[in-house]
């Protein structure tokens, strides 16, 4: 049995997601930029998202919108269906601008999550601005950015960060 029970995980990893947006928030505030949100879910990042960067246009991606009625994007900027294909469809517009990503597509399913992680680490790269960060609740084998520390009082593991090379 793990040594650390589920609402414990649950716990810490959103302690984790609130920490690294917020360290994100403080590092891009000074830059314009598109964000991308890849994973609407219910909603819960993207809010926050849009309440700490309201000057930027928030891209949002989900096979489906389930998000809570006062959650809900721009239609104009929710982008619905495979993010392996609405993804690369906007690579015109957003190619080398995007100076925040939030990758939040985990789930229970182990091979699932090995997918999604591999989508996301081939898929944003090309999008993110020199020095652009990507947040991910699944470690990525990315190429050309350094993996940051956690900041502090958050543990390892739970969410990642990673900033592109200048
Ligand atoms: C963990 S939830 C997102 C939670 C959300 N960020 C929130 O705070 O409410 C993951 C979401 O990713 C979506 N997703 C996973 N893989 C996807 C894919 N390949 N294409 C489109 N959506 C995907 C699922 O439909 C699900 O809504």
Same mark, same amino acid.
């Given at each position: 049995?793990?040594?650390?029970?589920?609402? $414990?995980?649950?716990?810490? =990893?959103?302690?984790?997601?609130?920490?690294?947006?917020a360290h994100a928030?403080?590092? &891009?505030? @000074? =830059? *314009?930029?598109?964000?991308?949100?890849?994973?609407? #879910?219910?909603? =819960?990042?993207?809010?926050h998202l849009r309440r700490h960067l309201p000057d930027h246009e928030i891209h949002v991606f989900d096979?489906? @919108?389930g998000a809570y009625e006062d959650c809900q994007p721009d239609p104009a900027l929710l982008h619905l269906?495979?993010?392996e294909e609405t993804l690369p469809a906007l690579a015109g517009r957003l190619a080398? =601008?995007?100076?925040?990503? @939030?990758?939040?597509?985990g789930s229970h399913d182990r091979d699932g999550n090995r997918q999604v992680a591999g989508m996301s680490a081939r898929l944003l *790269?090309?999008?993110?601005? *020199? #020095?652009?960060? &990507?947040?991910?609740?699944l470690p990525l084998a990315l190429e050309g950015? $350094?993996?940051? *520390?956690?900041p502090e009082g958050v543990r390892e593991g739970c969410y990642y960060l990673y900033r592109r090379s200048a």
């Open positions: 049995m793990s040594t650390l029970s589920r609402l $414990e995980k649950t716990l810490f =990893r959103l302690q984790a997601q609130h920490a690294c947006l928030f403080a590092a &891009i505030a @000074n =830059r *314009p930029g598109p964000v991308v949100e890849l994973g609407l #879910g219910l909603g =819960r990042t993207f809010d096979r489906v @919108n269906g495979e993010i080398g =601008r995007v100076v925040l990503a @939030n990758s939040d597509l *790269p090309p999008l993110m601005a *020199p #020095g652009g960060l &990507i947040l991910s609740d950015f $350094e993996a940051l *520390p956690p």
